[in-house]
């Protein structure tokens, strides 16, 4: 189950819905341990690959390599430029890059005729409820280890 929240934007003052998290994130235990029970890896090994794991990434994308995981997709640099553009291509230089940004894309199936049928990490059906209606009870249902909907904009770096 997903969860979204009702906001108002500011830019013409429609409604819309906003995913939302709740909870604190799932650690690198938590996703060990199931890693672990759904393959034959202990779960010490498999803690250890994910401890590795962002590190080797990141020096693959340091040498101007995107890094693809299958069953998961592609990550990869973006630069973030200060405003001050120049006048022609010969005056670009790397001085004008202030910040760098992982990019990540979602593995995706296509089929044939190059529709998408898969995209990894979205469940084929996701089953949206409005945290709102879940918080005072016009739902049943208790969501799986959260919090109550704090997670929210307090505590979801995401938004």
Do not use: H
């Not at 199931?34 to 020096?59: C, E, F, H, Q």
């Not at 340091?62 to 995981?69: E, F, L, N, Q, Y």
């Not at 592609?74 to 890059?97: P, W």
């Not at 296509?110 to 898969?118: D, E, L, M, N, P």
């Amino acid at each position: 189950m997903a969860f979204y929240k009702k906001f108002q934007s500011k830019l013409n003052d429609l409604w819309y819905p906003k995913a939302i998290t709740i909870g604190v994130p799932i650690t690198t235990d938590k996703v060990a341990d199931k890693l672990s029970l759904l393959s034959t890896v202990t779960r010490g090994d498999t803690y250890a690959v994910l401890k590795n794991l962002g590190g080797v990434m990141a020096d693959y994308m340091g040498m101007g390599r995107t890094v693809k995981i299958e069953g998961i997709g592609t990550f990869y640099y973006t630069a973030a430029a200060n405003k001050k553009g120049v006048a022609t291509s010969d005056e670009v230089n790397a001085g004008q890059i202030n910040g760098v940004r992982v990019r990540f894309l979602p593995e995706v199936k296509r089929s044939s005729g190059k529709q998408i049928t898969t995209r990894s990490m979205v469940e084929s059906s996701v089953d949206w409820t409005d945290i709102e209606k879940l918080m005072n009870g016009s739902i049943d249902g208790n969501p799986d280890g959260g919090d109550g909907g704090n997670g929210g904009d307090d505590g979801n770096p995401l938004g």
